[in-house]
């Protein structure tokens, strides 16, 4: 991160490795936000960032523009996490699954 450039990042804090060019969630208890354990992907700038989770069989792509702005500091790739799996459906509840 660079000096005097606090509001910008989107480092994914404790409970993320880092493996040969990817983060890898390694901890997920320890994350700030929704995630499986060895799920793989990268954070760029201006806030996008792309993820693979082969437990829940899903590959994310999210660009965005948002950089070097002070007015508007969001952690758009935590919200993001949550917002993708909160949308997940756990296939053991779903009615079909009973049948």
Do not use: I
């Amino acid at each position: 991160m660079l000096p005097g450039m606090e509001g910008y990042t989107e480092a994914r804090g404790p409970g993320v490795g880092f493996g040969l060019g990817f983060s890898v969630d390694s901890r997920p208890e320890l994350m700030a936000f929704m995630t499986s354990k060895g799920t793989f992907g990268w954070s760029g700038a201006a806030s996008t960032v792309f993820w693979v989770d082969k437990v829940e069989q899903l590959t994310v792509v999210f660009a965005s523009q948002f950089r070097f702005r002070d007015d508007f500091a969001m952690p758009l790739v935590a919200m993001l996490h949550n917002l993708v799996y909160a949308c997940l459906a756990d296939k053991d509840a779903s009615p079909a699954s009973k049948l």
